[in-house]
């Protein structure tokens, strides 16, 4: 690949990085003024960043060379969190949720959007009828995405990002010789 067209991928990659932890600290402010729109919001942001890493690390069938090119260089294994694009549809489809929803429950106990601190969610739902939730400890320095009672630990895929993101910067100053 061109070095200046993998440049401008290098860059994109530095921006999305920059965008899910901006969306990381949103999420924890969030959280801390019980906003939880706010945490919704910012969680959402934080996926769709991700994804757009994933996207960029292992395109469709159509670019994989690129991804590959990119996984090279910035040393990228095969089995990254970020690489998991699951939750992030999940709140893409989200309407689609909703359907399967309405379809399949037996109850039509609808939960979304709730924050527990050390504790279960909402006793009594079945997880089927529980959508996007958040469960965070005390100290709010630990939490959970959780949808139909799946478990999804963002901090791991935070940690992931950040050191994406410092080789990412180093390999742009190489690339474009700043």
């Not at 999305?16 to 901006?22: G, H, K, T």
């Not at 919001?41 to 069938?61: C, D, G, R, T």
């Not at 309405?102 to 609808?110: G, L």
Request: glycine share 4%; aromatic share 8%.
């Amino acid at each position: 690949m061109d070095l200046s067209v993998l440049g401008v991928f290098v860059d994109e990659v530095i921006a999305q990085c920059e965008f899910a932890l901006m969306s990381m600290n949103d999420l924890r402010e969030g959280l801390d003024q019980q906003d939880k729109k706010r945490v919704f919001y910012s969680a959402q942001a934080f996926l769709v960043a991700v994804a757009n890493l994933s996207k960029l690390f292992w395109p469709i069938e159509k670019h994989c060379f690129r991804g590959e090119e990119l996984r090279r260089l910035l040393e990228i294994e095969e089995d990254s969190s970020i690489r998991d694009r699951t939750l992030r549809h999940t709140y893409e489809h989200f309407d689609e949720r909703i359907e399967t929803w309405a379809t399949r429950s037996s109850r039509r106990d609808y939960d979304d959007m709730n924050i527990s601190i050390a504790g279960p969610l909402v006793p009594g739902i079945e997880p089927s009828d529980s959508m996007r939730n958040l469960e965070c400890s005390p100290d709010r320095k630990t939490f959970k995405l959780i949808f139909h009672g799946v478990s999804y630990d963002p901090l791991i895929i935070e940690a992931e990002v950040r050191k994406v993101l410092e080789k990412a910067k180093r390999c742009s100053q190489r690339l474009w010789k700043r």
